[in-house]
């Protein structure tokens, strides 16, 4: 998604540790525009997988699972990373690392929201090592659901998250893939 890449050339900054921060149209502040274009991009490559929910793990996957959702026409889970009074019985849970906070979280969803015959589309906004979409795979295992694919808003192509996923048998599909951080600088990736 060539808008995708120019945001990122634009407005990117390149941390330590091979972090891209994002967050002047993704993770922080939100640009609404961009995020229902991603949506509607997300959207028409799975038209056609029957998806019935769109799963996310908060916080920052939930505008591009939002406006994914609104385009499929289907609702939206997003598995909490917090205890929660409300949350408190018949949940699936999974552990799941983040790589940029340096911290694992319990992630959560709740049981009366998942049915058995869900065709879930999973979408985050970054892939690395994959952990965040495991875990809402583990969960998926749990509810014994189907998962269509995995949607991802920026894909580090040099981490191993899509191998991962791929050997599982989730299809992955990237906005914006980038192959290296070397030098401060983003290199996008050869189009598939």
Excluded: C
């Excluded at 967050?23 to 038209?47: E, K, P, S, T, V």
């Excluded at 997003?78 to 999974?94: I, P, Q, V």
Aim: proline letters at 3%.
């Amino acid at each position: 998604m060539e808008e995708l890449k120019t945001r990122i050339k634009e407005v990117g900054t390149v941390l330590p540790g091979n972090v891209l921060k994002v967050d002047a149209f993704l993770n922080h502040q939100i640009d609404a525009g961009l995020m229902q274009r991603i949506g509607q991009a997300f959207a028409a490559r799975f038209a056609d997988a029957g998806i019935t929910k769109v799963w996310t793990v908060e916080s920052s996957g939930i505008a591009p699972a939002v406006m994914t959702g609104l385009a499929l026409g289907v609702p939206v889970i997003f598995a909490r990373k917090h205890k929660s009074l409300t949350l408190n019985e018949g949940r699936y849970t999974a552990e799941v690392y983040s790589y940029t906070k340096q911290v694992a979280n319990k992630i959560t969803i709740a049981q009366k929201y998942v049915a058995p015959d869900d065709k879930v589309l999973i979408i985050d906004d970054f892939l690395a090592n994959g952990q965040a979409v495991s875990g809402l795979l583990a969960i998926a295992k749990q509810a014994g659901v189907t998962v269509a694919g995995a949607g991802i808003v920026i894909e580090k192509t040099f981490q191993p998250g899509r191998s991962a996923l791929e050997k599982q048998g989730i299809p992955v599909v990237s906005l914006a893939k980038i192959k290296s951080l070397a030098n401060g600088q983003v290199e996008f990736a050869e189009e598939d």
